[in-house]
């Protein structure tokens, strides 16, 4: 009996040791997943994404790898496969790239709202014009070289450059035509919106701006919202994994535990409150449930992958 004890014991150690040494082997000898993003400069900017990636790394063991760019650049990185994750915010590109076999699985994570953010003296007088007068109003005084009236431009085929063209057509202009090259009250910044709000401020103009980056930057500004309304003004942002058929050599498995990572209920919780401790509003809307604000299906907004 006593020798039938001592074994059973010794057993039972033994098994736990092997239990131990599996558990070990599990969570320090397996290297990390890399998960390769390109998004847009307005995530990147306003420090959400910061704030979001340390859970996913955690939960996933993986290392997350973003590049930010405007729209149009992060979608030329998706095409080419440089990434395993597109975050932009231009759907009709992005209705696009999908068509064309590059995208799956897209997502609708958040959303906020574009403004027109100028000098307080405004001295075009475009507060609380809707935005096409307002742009009507900055283009006759500024090619009238009315002093104090300029624009500046992101200018670099982004989510927001887009956003401005499609604000200049419903005014009843051609981009290329009527504004582009009109005059020096239009300037192309060819940045990003921090730096295009940074440089807005310098010259004392106005610009388009998507409100989160406007908050995050506004401590370091002069500039105030001029025009905030307007169903034009609405900025949705997305997700997507690359296609594998297109490039075999992107890490699906990742990708889609990211867009399950930012559909879940607990990121759009973090989403919805991210800013408001430092601004007193949040930088972004979460998505989930708003699927008629944002007019699109409801499965975009909330239902996970497979």
């Known amino acids: 009996m006593q020798k039938r004890t001592i074994f059973l014991l010794a057993a039972m150690m033994v098994a736990a040791l092997l239990v131990c040494g599996c558990t070990q082997t599990a969570t320090t000898t397996e290297p990390p997943q890399t998960l390769r993003i390109a998004t847009t400069t307005s995530l990147y900017d306003t420090g959400l994404l910061d704030s979001l990636v340390p859970g996913f790394e955690g939960e996933h063991n993986a290392v997350v790898q973003i590049v930010s760019a405007g729209t149009g650049k992060a979608i030329e990185y998706g095409q080419r496969g440089d990434v395993d994750i597109l975050m932009v915010h231009d759907r009709a590109r992005e209705d696009a790239f999908l068509a064309d076999g590059y995208g799956l699985n897209r997502r609708v994570i958040a959303y906020n709202y574009f403004v027109v953010v100028g000098p307080e003296a405004d001295p075009a007088g475009i507060k609380g014009m809707q935005p096409e007068e307002a742009f009507r109003t900055i283009y006759a005084l500024g090619t009238n070289d009315t002093n104090g009236v300029a624009f500046i431009s992101r ?152």
């Open 155 to 306: 200018g670099d085929n982004s989510g927001t450059h887009s956003k401005e063209k499609a604000i200049w057509k419903s005014a009843g202009f051609n981009y290329t035509e009527d504004i582009q090259q009109s005059g020096v009250w239009y300037i192309e910044a060819g940045k990003g919106m921090g730096d295009t709000l940074v440089m807005t401020n310098e010259k004392q103009a106005y610009t388009l701006s998507d409100i989160g980056t406007f908050l995050a930057y506004k401590g370091d500004l002069d500039l105030v919202p001029l025009v905030d309304s307007g169903a034009i003004l609405l900025n949705v942002y997305s997700v997507m994994e690359i296609n594998p058929a297109k490039h075999p050599g992107v890490n699906t498995s990742i990708a889609k535990d990211w867009i399950n990572y930012m559909v879940s209920d607990d990121v759009q919780q973090q989403i919805a409150e991210y800013g408001v401790a430092e601004y007193g509003q949040p930088l972004f809307f979460a998505a989930s449930g708003k699927a008629e604000t944002i007019g699109v299906p409801a499965n975009e907004c909330a239902t996970p992958l497979a």
